[in-house]
């Protein structure tokens, strides 16, 4: 199969690059480089380009022809979200109208999407599984809602096939150790914690501790990015089958929550010292819970994470973080 990675550059983007080189397929990427990072992609076919300026998708999909087309490419940092909304809604909805139309017009027909569980908003419930009401609280969720929302109407009317999925925290890096997490600014709790435990920054700040969980801490489910990957190929695969419908949407998760603190602890452990801490005040637009209900992927997928022990996921990120090349 030919697959064409859109945001392959990125953190996610490039794993999933390893996880279809690995299974055997024809990759090629599509990134304009503003989060992604050219040392990831060394040796790779790079279609430089911008999902808002059709013109590179015109040139992109006749010439590399791609059976599959995997989309990673958005802005996702809450906070900015709600400051520059603009940016929010032109690059992650308006991007994807693009590649929609980009894909109608050069009969591009399979599409595996990134989404998040930030389309939720706060849980009603204890597990967040698909059936969940979807109402965001930040400009984020909203415009992975509409993204979503402009592919479920794609599959009805254009033929298109596609398979949407709702991470929660992606976390962890390859076992290779030569890609992991890399982003400036970086926002995510785990590689905050280990940038303070690698010496590159003098403390991390725990955001809130009196929130209304079994520690005061918010809490997270942290799913591994090679799971993430593995649950990729076989949305793709899903996505031929004749008994499945056009539109499909799984959460992925392991289903098992852990404090921002627990997380710490945990990181200390693997890397064997203290990490220095502070809390501080709570971060707006975080809910306190987030945990999956991801069964249906288990059951429809076949999907079986493999690295859902939070100390190896950590472990992985450090691996990453020690030796990080960008
Ligand atoms: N990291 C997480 O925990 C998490 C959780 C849920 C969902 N997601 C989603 O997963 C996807 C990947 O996240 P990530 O952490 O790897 O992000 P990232 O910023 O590391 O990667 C995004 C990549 O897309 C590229 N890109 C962005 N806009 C583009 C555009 N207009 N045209 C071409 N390329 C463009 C960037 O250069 C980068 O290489 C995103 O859609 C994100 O919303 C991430
Ligand atoms: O330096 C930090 C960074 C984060 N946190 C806390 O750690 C938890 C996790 O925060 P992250 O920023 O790592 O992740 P989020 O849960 O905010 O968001 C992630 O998961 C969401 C869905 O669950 C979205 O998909 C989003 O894109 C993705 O970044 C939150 O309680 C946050 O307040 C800290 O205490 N200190």
């Given at each position: 199969m030919k697959a064409l990675v859109i945001?392959?550059?990125g953190y996610i983007g490039s794993h999933m690059v390893r996880a279809l080189q690995r299974a055997?397929?024809?990759?090629?990427?599509?990134?304009n480089f503003s989060t992604g990072h050219r040392a990831a992609v060394e040796g790779l076919k790079v279609y430089e380009g911008d999902l808002l300026n059709p013109a590179d998708l015109d040139r992109a999909l006749p010439d590399f022809a791609p059976d599959l087309m995997l989309h990673f490419a958005a802005r996702s940092l809450v906070g900015e979200s709600m400051v520059e909304p603009a940016l929010y809604y032109g690059n992650n909805v308006c991007g994807?109208?693009?590649l929609l139309e980009a894909?109608?017009?050069?009969?591009?027909?399979?599409l595996v999407f990134s989404s998040t569980a930030a389309v939720y908003g706060?849980?009603?419930?204890r597990r967040i599984d698909e059936d969940h009401p979807t109402q965001p609280i930040n400009t984020y969720g909203w415009s992975k809602l509409f993204a979503e929302r402009m592919i479920e109407d794609a599959c009805r009317s254009y033929g298109l096939r596609a398979a949407v999925l709702r991470y929660f925290n992606a976390a962890g890096a390859d076992d290779a150790g030569d890609i992991g997490e890399a982003h400036e600014p970086e926002t995510h709790l785990l590689p905050n914690i280990l940038r303070v435990a690698a010496g590159k920054a003098p403390l991390v700040r725990l955001f809130g501790s009196d929130y209304d969980t079994r520690d005061g801490y918010c809490v997270r489910d942290f799913i591994h990015v090679s799971d993430l990957c593995d649950a990729h190929l076989l949305a793709a695969n899903a996505l031929e089958k004749a008994d499945l419908p056009a539109y499909?949407?799984?959460n992925l998760g392991?289903?098992?929550?852990?404090?921002v603190l627990e997380v710490l602890r945990?990181?200390?452990v693997v890397v064997g010292r203290p990490i220095p801490s502070e809390v501080g005040p709570a971060r707006a637009g975080d809910p306190p819970v987030l945990v999956a209900g991801a069964s249906k992927a288990r059951s429809v997928l076949g999907w079986a994470p493999q690295k859902a022990d939070l100390t190896q996921i950590i472990a992985s990120a450090w691996r990453w973080h020690q030796a990080q090349r960008y």
């Open positions: 945001g392959g550059a055997g397929h024809d990759v090629a990427i599509f990134d994807v109208f693009n894909m109608r017009r050069h009969g591009r027909a399979r706060l849980p009603t419930k499909q949407l799984y392991n289903g098992q929550g852990f404090s945990a990181a200390e």
